[in-house]
């Protein structure tokens, strides 16, 4: 039966040979070797050719384009219409009353005053209209920007003890956020935000999640003495250290609006049509809180407030910019930290919500826009903002067209910053915390975590790695495991490729791999296998290692069954896309 089997092998590899016409390979017209370079870079930093619409154009059309492509507003603001206006203006309302709630909380996250925040949501959206090219993308400050900014900051410098140092460390840290992202999308080197892969940013922020809840025990216990250290186990220390010091009265508050937070944010996902109510509840929280301590503001003297904050427009920061002295390393460090982490969810939210209808963002001129807006935020008061999956929810439920929304929302923030700002003084602290926690608590994705055991173990070490990283020794260090982890296993995969022994599908022409096809069947006297990957040196060693094991595994196999002899090895090179020449040697 083997022979019968190893005959209609052969006459299976014969009838492909005659029926598969052999066409000769040419080579490639030969190239100076400055035209090879000059083509290799163009498709490692140009595959999508940008300037392939100035071609042949006259110049006035050349000026028109180039207009177009630094800012995508001339693009589509000849086309935009009274009805495009009146769905801007209500997705533009309905974040604004988002916005408003989110900076003040997001600003003490960061250990800034509440103020920053309401600036932050007033200039960088206004940038990002011009020079931005989602049409969904609501502009903000972010929970984990905040956090890490806050973290690595507080190590060093406190706020209490000296704000004019922290407050020029954390501008000096934004400027240089966006100074990086900007050089990412003018140097076209995106992919560098790639090696945080999807694994280890669902651990990153799940453990950041956890992190932040955490720290807004202070607010939501009304403990005055807390920790300013990040790790789980300091911050629960601190937590029953100071029972002595919690509030009853903000405790109460504090769970009542909590649930309130998490019912209406369960509400908008069970009915996606019911969205507003997630969005409208933090800002009705803070009013309805703001009256009741108002109310009671005799009694109630154990529930913090905001306090005082002052009016007018964001007041230039440019001289507290801090180039000079002994903490510009760490400001330096924080804005590389924080602008890859504010890019990565920027770009992340800019790409899904185009998916959704079906148009492309340019991933570089959003680098561009992010990063200008935060090198003039840190020039106008403001501290590191991105896309926020949050008001990019809500402003794409709530029927954006076009950036305006984001131009309504910061005109809504104007108004709130000239006339509105005495109505904030008794807001209370406690209800910031629990804006926090509810917006927090969507950063962890235990679902996505168990599709990574299913799927890939070592995708989930990563995810559990950058997760307990973060959990129990810094923020900024679980984000280095993370990314650590991220380039090993692209390392793992290049240096260790994927091969596997095929057998043939009875009756046909066609092999797959016999551990996932059961009815494949070896070929007595053949091994055939794949190798699914380019050869070069970083794997050629291995290959050649892997390939003898399975030659000696097929020999065991046969000497166990009693099978026919091994006497082919065939090499299925259809996966192999590039062979390094001085690998065949090694191989």
Same mark, same amino acid.
């Given at each position: 039966m083997n022979c019968n089997r190893v005959e209609h092998f052969e006459e299976t590899i014969m009838k492909i040979q005659t029926e598969i016409p052999i066409h000769q390979v040419r080579l490639p017209p030969e190239r100076t070797s400055l035209n090879k370079l000059k083509h290799r870079l163009s498709e490692i930093f140009f595959p999508d050719d940008p300037l392939?619409?100035?071609?042949?154009?006259?110049?006035?059309?050349?000026?028109?384009?180039?207009?177009?492509?630094?800012?995508?507003?001339?693009?589509?603001?000849?086309?935009?219409?009274?009805?495009?206006?009146?769905?801007?203006?209500?997705?533009?309302?309905?974040?604004?009353?988002?916005?408003? =709630?989110?900076?003040? &909380?997001?600003?003490?996250?960061?250990?800034?005053?509440?103020?920053?925040?309401?600036?932050?949501?007033?200039? =960088? =959206?206004?940038?990002?209209?011009?020079?931005?090219?989602?049409?969904?993308?609501?502009?903000g400050p972010v929970s984990i920007a905040s956090l890490v900014m806050g973290s690595m900051l507080s190590e060093t410098v406190s706020f209490t003890q000296n704000p004019t140092l922290y407050l020029q460390l954390a501008f000096t840290a934004t400027f240089v956020a966006g100074l990086f992202q900007a050089s990412l999308g003018i140097l076209r080197l995106g992919f560098v935000i790639d090696f945080l892969s999807k694994a280890t940013l669902v651990g990153f922020m799940a453990g950041?999640?956890?992190?932040?809840?955490?720290?807004?025990?202070?607010?939501?216990?009304?403990?005055?003495?807390?920790?300013?250290?990040?790790?789980?186990?300091?911050?629960?220390?601190?937590v029953y250290k100071q029972k002595d010091e919690w509030s009853w009265q903000t405790i109460v508050m504090g769970f009542g609006f909590l649930a309130f937070l998490l019912t209406t944010r369960h509400i908008s996902l069970r009915k996606p049509k019911l969205f507003w109510a997630s969005a409208a509840a933090p800002l009705t929280?803070?009013?309805? &809180?703001?009256?009741?301590?108002?109310?009671?503001?005799?009694?109630?003297?154990?529930?913090?407030?905001?306090?005082?904050?002052?009016?007018?427009?964001? =007041?230039?920061?440019?001289?507290?910019?801090?180039?000079?002295?002994?903490?510009?390393?760490?400001?330096?460090?924080?804005?590389?930290?924080?602008?890859?982490?504010?890019?990565?969810?920027?770009?992340?939210?800019g790409r899904t919500f185009a998916a959704l209808k079906n148009y492309q963002v340019d991933g570089n001129k959003e680098m561009m826009a992010i990063g200008i807006m935060n090198i003039a935020g840190s020039c106008t008061s403001c501290y590191v903002t991105t896309g926020s999956f949050s008001r990019s929810a809500v402003n794409y439920n709530a029927g954006a067209q076009t950036a305006v929304s984001n131009i309504i929302m910061a005109s809504?923030?104007?108004?709130?910053?000239?006339?509105?700002?005495?109505?904030?003084?008794?807001?209370?602290?406690?209800?910031?915390?629990?804006?926090?926690?509810?917006?927090?608590?969507?950063?962890?994705?235990?679902?996505?975590?168990?599709?990574?055991?299913?799927?890939?173990k070592l995708d989930f070490l990563a995810c559990m790695c950058s997760f307990f990283g973060v959990l129990f020794i810094s923020v900024p260090l679980g984000l280095s495991i993370a990314v650590a982890i991220s380039v090993f296993k692209i390392l793992l995969h290049v240096s260790r490729p994927n091969t596997l022994v095929l057998g043939n599908i009875p009756g046909t022409q066609i092999f797959h791999n016999i551990n996932q096809y059961k009815e494949a069947l070896r070929v007595p006297s053949f091994l055939i296998l794949a190798v699914e990957s380019p050869i070069y040196f970083a794997n050629s060693t291995y290959l050649r290692e892997r390939i003898l094991r399975w030659v000696r595994e097929e020999e065991e196999r046969i000497k166990e069954y009693n099978g026919t002899s091994l006497q082919c090895i065939i090499l299925d090179m259809t996966g192999t896309n590039f062979i390094r020449l001085t690998t065949l040697v090694r191989v």
């Open positions: 392939h619409r100035f071609k042949n154009q006259p110049s006035f059309t050349k000026f028109l384009l180039t207009l177009q492509f630094l800012f995508p507003i001339f693009q589509w603001g000849s086309q935009y219409t009274l009805t495009l206006l009146r769905s801007d203006v209500i997705s533009g309302l309905t974040i604004a009353s988002l916005a408003i =709630p989110q900076g003040i &909380s997001y600003a003490k996250l960061a250990n800034l005053p509440p103020i920053i925040g309401l600036y932050s949501s007033f200039v =960088p =959206p206004l940038i990002y209209a011009l020079l931005g090219s989602s049409r969904h993308v609501g502009v950041a999640a956890i992190i932040v809840s955490l720290q807004q025990l202070k607010g939501l216990l009304g403990i005055v003495h807390f920790t300013n250290k990040m790790q789980i186990i300091p911050v629960l220390v601190s929280s803070v009013i309805l &809180s703001t009256i009741l301590v108002f109310l009671l503001r005799n009694k109630a003297h154990h529930i913090s407030v905001i306090g005082h904050l002052a009016k007018g427009v964001n =007041p230039p920061s440019v001289n507290l910019l801090y180039f000079n002295g002994p903490y510009l390393a760490l400001a330096i460090k924080t804005g590389i930290v924080t602008g890859i982490l504010s890019l990565t969810e920027g770009i992340a939210v809504a923030v104007l108004v709130t910053l000239l006339f509105l700002m005495p109505l904030f003084y008794y807001t209370p602290n406690v209800v910031l915390a629990t804006i926090i926690i509810a917006a927090v608590i969507g950063l962890i994705d235990y679902q996505a975590a168990y599709k990574l055991w299913k799927v890939d």
